[in-house]
């Protein structure tokens, strides 16, 4: 398939490609639409009242998250 679409037009490559990650990214959608609605059905009151977990760049080990130290180096 890949040969094929090489030998398209770069414009409709370009356009194929495009309706792929379209279709790719509706059903995604659908299917996390469908997690939270499964999730959301079994919830438990004593789920529903603890705290959400941090977001999860705060979770994530990078040097650019961490806070920079306010001492002077010498």
């Known amino acids: 398939m890949a040969k094929t679409v090489k030998?398209?037009?770069?414009?409709?490559q370009v356009k194929?490609?495009?309706d792929i990650m379209k279709l790719v990214h509706e059903k995604e959608i659908r299917w996390l639409d469908s997690?939270?609605?499964s999730s959301a059905s079994s919830s438990t009151m004593?789920?529903?009242s603890s705290?959400?977990?941090q977001p999860f760049i705060h979770r994530m080990s990078s040097p650019y998250l961490r806070e920079k130290s306010t001492s002077p180096s010498y």
């Open 7 to 12: 030998k398209f037009p770069k414009i409709e």
């Open 16 to 18: 194929l490609k495009f």
């Open 35 to 37: 997690l939270t609605e």
């Open 46 to 48: 004593s789920e529903i």
């Open 51 to 53: 705290p959400s977990p």
